[in-house]
């Protein structure tokens, strides 16, 4: 990365006892510069299509990022003081400066999270803050960063450059006309920016116009997708248009790991009941199942890399789903039961030639008990790298702890960011590598490895390891 | 604490790595001497009612302590050997010196548990005695102890001062005419001693006899506590009772989470078959959530701070509950699910202006995947310190790794020490306070934190944090 | 043990904090030469009867390991290029030192595994081998491992001696006739290597053959199994069978730790359908848990140190247990309920005087939640070592971290290495007794225990309490 460190430590997360901090400093120096490979994530593809400026400090930093309206929340910060835009279309009127001194005067009680870590890094690495934030200094700053982003070097392009990223995903629904992806193919950005197929709406039955997705599916595909062959095929097709704007992977969000392999009649008559919204959950639950393994056949047809992202209780705020809508911070993780779970895909299609299938976990407890195991015998699987809470220094910490003796490191997937906020990229690839270095060090000093292996892994872990977990 | 280290190492538990241990030392000398805030703890509030002297050193350390007898068991040591009184009312007659003898044989059983550190802290920094307990030395501590406890400067009320109390609270049944309490009102220590209202005897349809409890709840409160709103009016008043004795918490303990959000007609039909005593097991865990919920609104109407303690199975060694009762050791944690369990309450009162609840859980697993998300979102939720077996050097380093960077600091609700053990107290909060500084010295020599905002939060870890918690 | 370090280094594994790390070194050379006890293990009692040289570096090393080729599956080697045996009898014509080339090739995977540390430290400290392996010294580690087989102090007899082992205890069905045993009988070398009941075969109704099985326990120990106390009979008789070689315990696997405790008329009615092959797997589950429960009682009788490994999915890859068979690497931990699950088992005989059950665990999450209150509470248990993929550096310290503050030291089993590899025996040992010295040295430095006490610790762990377990 070409970025200064600004106001934070040069040495930062890096173990504090002396004769680990130095091996994990000379490790570090092999791989901050590395590009990023950003295999999975939520940006806004139209930032690298259109290119436009950002607007301010707060609708770049704060409002879009639920991790700190999240917080700002649970200290009693009511939504309406971050202006955060309702269902109904109602926003309340409130000014960029206005959300900056709410967050300012709150900015404290991120003291030990990664957030912290995330927007000091942006503000002080990439937007060139002297300080940290303070009440003091919040009109000042919110001034300072307006400032900013109003100069060519602070577009989103120029970012991409400056962050020295090689690639990034966005991620798409099924239905997605994928415009902006047009526009980055036209512009020959594709490569520097993909997609990734995210067909949620289209095999979870539970999905809000799920039926009504499902026929949309079939006309833009011209398949009939009441058939299950049929639906299966329109699959196939997006599949093929997805992967003509860059996607390499597809990726599945699900309550649970549970799958299921079922024979076609009985597929074909939960399929019928879906479409009159006629399941049980357990039915739903059982063609959510089923949508998987067929997702995984798919992947072992068409090379694409599966991700399966399971374990979250979605809006476990019901006050707050009905005034605010989805992903407002109410999502806790579930225990998860990746063997059972998995038992039909694995099954049917392990040991499919090509088949690559990365698994995301918010259940701790399963890395050393089900993840590392699994991966450690299926060829197909990659465990992916610790996920939204755990995505923080001792939660990698934790990870590499757990997984690393069992599955080794070459059944990992190496780091992806999952960020919907384009200034904590270099952050969050930035917190891994100097994890990584730090678990290294230690291995070293341990004399479990020497240096030289250490120096091959850190890189495998910060650059190659992605780059061939999707294929890039 | 005004009291010294007697042959403890003043630097123990601390980091050993130079680097770390300085900034622990540091922030530990800001922390030492604050004021003991006990908001939550089982100690006998005769003792400080009557301020006796307590009797001899079995009685006072080892008998009462089922920390204690529970190892000594699993060592074979007899509980007849400890003199421990029966249920049907006979105690083999053993006296303190013997008790106190097979303790000491048998203390190097307790090396490397937090009973040692508790013990070792009591003996030396409380009770002035020279050495750690061993067999050859037994006889001369035991007399060293009882003449300690002969002088006046032992009594309850003057160890209260010694060990630097502002406040504690014990924890009374919702039956419990308060006399102790009372007599502490008019002596003017309501404030420095607080009861706690834990309704279980009549919240738990298969606690021993629950019909009757809820009768005699009924004829105190003049309440007709057969009607299901009777029944809340009666705890209503109960809860209002028990702050005239100085309560702001109230306590619930319950084997699950689970809460229950039913309709009127629902919960009535539940009473009369509660009262009944015809509930199935599943029928009765309904009722027991229905009444978490209950609880969660009244404590939003009358500001008590809710406790809730989950997870543990009691009394699995049914033959020792036939002959000694329940809380004999035997209690062992269960797995939780708090997201689940919490839903009805959650969506009834979550959002219920100044309600406060605190959670405690035995299952460390739900530290990262559930507490901390839901503490990072929902304002009304705290998350309780390491509990009972977690509340020991290494539980509570588990505990902060995995809850600070998902909740941050300000939704933990510090520590208390709940204990039986008056003698236990400082030990425990000065084990609290040197674990606190040595996390928070990692995370500094770690430069996720300069030292001044180490300083604040360790005071808020060790002081702010319980009295904003429990309203003190 | 008197087996040098070669090409490893002598710190490693120790913390490398300069004052742990000579604390760590000063404790390990307090253990670092004593008796190995195995007491718990898969190595073939032929090796010891007949004392033949082993044949070459990848039979010896390689194939008989499925650490080793459920990774190298992992990374894509087809099982057939290791020559592995199918069910049908065939096996792929690959020589030695093809499968070694192989194994070298891929030597790298195994970076920061236990399997590495194992693999290197008999290379290097058993077979003099001068460095690691790669691809480039392949074949000529290959002609070095070759020769040094050939000579005698490489034959199991010697080696045994030569790794300072005080007793092995191997493990056999109830149905295996012991003529390894018996030779060993009359050699003098009952006592040195033993045998182990493992009953698996017939009290698992859902085991292949499982009638027959219990037909043929019948006919060797001349008892009617089709009744059920003539069942128990039979192991009654056969457990004293076995403790004629050199049993001390015996040994059951489980897929979970449910245990069961019926009437005799529904004990009778179970085996009944069990013997028609009639149980449904509600059935089964609970006949396993009944002979749980069964072998505990004749545990009280007769002595015999019970051991149940549970929480195991075996064969969670059909295809490759139809080509293959079991114990592939495809076994998988699955969540266990502990407290649950001995409910029954523990309430008939907990309290049985000289009662001791090992437990095994593949869950971690259990530690701290229920093994180590449960040890801490009842006589009888006892907490096995960490299990199979725990087996690790990082395992055995998660292990200690959560079981000791809770059991206590004198609850655990020290240490069994459970291999089925001969030259990883004093490896394991030795991981272990290095990750005991760095757990005290920090429990040392941190001021918790002094360092004579650290000292007996530390030699129970490695010794004293694994021969008590077992009574050797």
New interface residues.
């Given amino acids: 990365m070409s970025i200064s460190d600004g106001f ?2 040069p ?10 901090r130095n091996i994990a400093r000379d490790l570090y120096a092999t791989v901050r510069d590395l590009p990023i490979v950003s295999p999975h994530g939520h940006t806004d593809p139209a930032w690298f299509a259109d290119d436009e400026p950002f607007e301010d400090a707060a609708s770049l930093l704060v409002t879009p990022d639920h991790y700190l309206f ?2 700002l ?4 910060v009511p939504h309406a003081a971050l202006g955060l835009p309702r269902l109904d279309g109602t926003a309340p009127q409130v000014d960029g400066r206005a959300i900056w001194r709410v967050f300012a005067e709150h900015y ?7 957030s ?2 995330w927007v000091d890094h942006a503000m002080s690495a990439v937007l060139g803050c002297p300080e940290p934030l303070t009440p003091a200094n919040a009109d000042g700053l919110y001034d300072h960063i307006g400032e900013q982003l109003g100069r060519p070097e602070f577009r989103p392009r120029a970012l991409f450059s400056r962050f020295g990223m090689e690639t990034i995903a966005t991620t798409e629904g099924a239905l997605d006309p994928l415009d902006h992806h047009r526009k980055l193919l036209a512009d020959g950005w594709i490569g520097r920016v993909r997609t990734t197929y995210r067909p949620d709406a289209v095999t979870d039955p539970e999905a809000p116009g799920f039926a009504e997705n499902l026929q949309c599916l079939g006309e833009i595909t011209d398949t009939d997708t009441a058939s299950w062959d049929g639906m299966i095929e329109a699959h196939r097709r997006r599949r093929a248009f997805f992967r003509e704007h860059g996607a390499t992977a597809t990726d599945h969000g699900a309550p649970s790991a549970q799958t299921a392999d079922l024979p076609l009649p009985e597929k074909q008559r939960l399929l019928d009941m879906a479409l009159k919204g006629a399941l049980t959950p357990t039915e739903a639950e059982l063609f959510r199942g089923q949508m998987l393994t067929e997702m995984a056949g798919l992947s072992a047809e068409d090379g694409m890399t599966m991700q399966i992202h399971a374990g979250s ?1 979605r809006s ?4 707050l789903l009905s005034t605010y809508g989805p992903n407002m ?7 998860a ?1 990746w ?2 779970g998995l ?1 039909a895909l ?2 049917r299609h ?2 499919a030639s090509g088949l690559r299938i990365i698994l995301f976990t ?4 399963t890395y ?3 993840l ?8 197909c ?1 990659l465990i992916g790298p610790p996920w939204w ?2 995505d ?4 990698i910490r ?1 990870y590499l ?2 997984v ?8 990992l997937a190496g780091f992806n960011d999952d960020t919907r906020a384009l200034l904590s990229i270099p952050a969050r690839h930035d917190v891994w590598r100097r994890e990584v270095c730090g678990f290294l060090a ?2 070293t ?5 020497d240096g030289a ?1 250490a120096e091959k ?1 850190a890189t495998e872990l910060c650059y190659g390891l992605a780059k061939r977990a999707y294929r890039l």
Avoid: K, Y
């Avoid at 003796?405 to 070459?410: H, R």
């Fill in positions: 934070l430590h040495d930062r997360l890096f173990p504090p006892e002396p004769a680990l999240r917080m929340h649970s200290a009693g404290h009680i991120f003291a030990g999270t990664p912290r870590l209780r476990t705020d019901r006050a911070g109410a999502d806790i993780p579930a225990r039961d063997v059972g038992d694995l099954n392990g040991h918010l259940d701790e407890s050393a008990r089900e590392a195991p699994m991966a450690g015998h299926w060829p699987l809470f755990h923080s220094p001792n939660g934790r702890d757990q690393v003796e069992t599955a080794g490191f070459a059944n230690r291995m000093a341990e004399h479990r490895m292996e892994i």
